[in-house]
């Protein structure tokens, strides 16, 4: 697939002209004068909201945590997630846009989390604390629902006693080849989680270099990128890595550098966006051919993205320090950038560093903002 023209809206505001030698702090301005002057979404309909529990009464607070991971439970839809800071919560929104929070994790300051659902409808939570010990929690899904829900609402989260000792899990993905979930930790090394046997143990160890992402394509196989951006496959039944020939795309002369921040895998493609040069791009299995769809913004970075099944890609672009967040399409007819991310219902919020992304049963998309304000943004895209 050859490389599409982006599509951009027009700045709205006056901004401020680049000149030769300008210092950081007037680019700095100009920048954010830019990127505040674009227009909001207006294709579809955005809605921003708090963490406060709208059930049981307020107990996550504002401002004090971010959002580790988000998950969808495809048996009935619900969003849950998770927030690390000083204190830990499992919260989940209903299918009527309800915040409900399930409880405080009973752990030290999580610094990082990644969640996963198993075949036996339990969410599981692999939390990495302040000594970069990183436990394994678990919280029964089929209890939230009741045909009295809210009343006869129970949420646990409950111990498993399994701990990655001294080091952290930056990824997590369920196989439905053998029905276990496979974690990535920061030190490279690979841990399946057996969940009818209840035990974890390591099954292989990345050579440094690696990306901090992971997918399954249900087959027995995981698939991450290595050093250099080297597409790799690893069977879990041989516990055999075959690198591949192709590397995920970067600028010339940067290859060195080329990495992947998120992939994901669907009806045999991996999809991702490097974590270097922000670019979006695909890995045909098969064929073994990578195919770069380009930059959606001149921002620095894609945060996150999510495929709807219709084959369109919506993803998140920021920039620390260059105004709020933008929403991005990728389609039929090459990028467009559907403009900074903010919600005015049932709250205003603006999306500064938008984190996760996760596409919900009926194709709404949902957005955490990363900058430890709590907040959750909703997307519909235009029908």
Not at 140 to 153: A, E, G, R, S
Not at 239 to 264: D, F, M, N, W
Not at 355 to 378: A, H, P, Q, T, Y
């Amino acid at each position: 697939m050859s490389n599409k023209k982006i599509k951009r809206r027009t700045a709205t505001g006056p901004g401020i002209p680049s000149k030769e030698g300008e210092s950081p702090e007037i680019r700095k301005l100009r920048l954010e004068r830019q990127y505040l002057s674009q227009p909001f979404i207006t294709e579809g309909s955005v809605f921003c909201f708090s963490l406060l529990d709208q059930i049981k009464g307020p107990s996550i607070m504002v401002n004090d945590y971010k959002i580790a991971d988000l998950v969808v439970y495809r048996k009935n839809g619900v969003l849950y997630g998770a927030t690390s800071g000083d204190e830990n919560h499992l919260f989940f929104m209903d299918k009527k846009k309800m915040i409900v929070d399930v409880g405080i994790v009973e752990a030290k300051t999580i610094n990082s989390g990644s969640m996963s659902i198993g075949y036996d409808s339990m969410l599981y939570f692999a939390a990495t604390d302040a000594d970069n010990n990183t436990i394994i929690l678990k919280h029964d899904l089929d209890t939230d629902y009741t045909d009295q829900y809210p009343l006869n609402y129970s949420g646990d989260i409950e111990e498993t006693g399994l701990v990655i000792e001294k080091d952290m899990v930056v990824g997590a993905v369920s196989n439905s080849w053998d029905k276990n979930i496979y974690f990535l930790t920061a030190n490279g090394k690979i841990y399946q989680f057996d969940i009818s046997k209840k035990i974890i143990h390591e099954i292989f160890e990345l050579e440094s270099g690696f990306s901090k992402s992971i997918c399954a394509d249900g087959s027995g196989n995981l698939f991450m990128v290595l050093s250099g951006g080297i597409l790799s496959r690893l069977n879990v039944n041989d516990r055999k890595l075959a690198k591949s020939t192709s590397r995920v795309p970067s600028q010339k002369g940067r290859e060195y550098l080329a990495g992947a921040e998120k992939i994901v895998y669907e009806n045999g493609k991996i999809y991702g966006c490097t974590s270097q040069d922000s670019y979006l791009f695909s890995y045909v299995v098969e064929s073994d051919k990578v195919f770069n769809f380009g930059k959606p913004d001149d921002n620095y970075d894609i945060r996150s993205f999510i495929v709807e099944k219709d084959g369109r890609i919506y993803g998140v672009t920021s920039t620390k320090g260059r105004g709020l967040g933008h929403l991005f399409l990728y389609g039929e007819n090459g990028f467009r950038d559907l403009g900074n991310i903010a919600g005015f219902m049932p709250l205003t919020g603006w999306c500064n560093e938008p984190s996760k992304m996760v596409v919900g049963n009926d194709g709404e998309i949902f957005i955490s903002d990363g900058d430890n304000r709590s907040k959750l943004f909703l997307y519909f895209p235009k029908i």
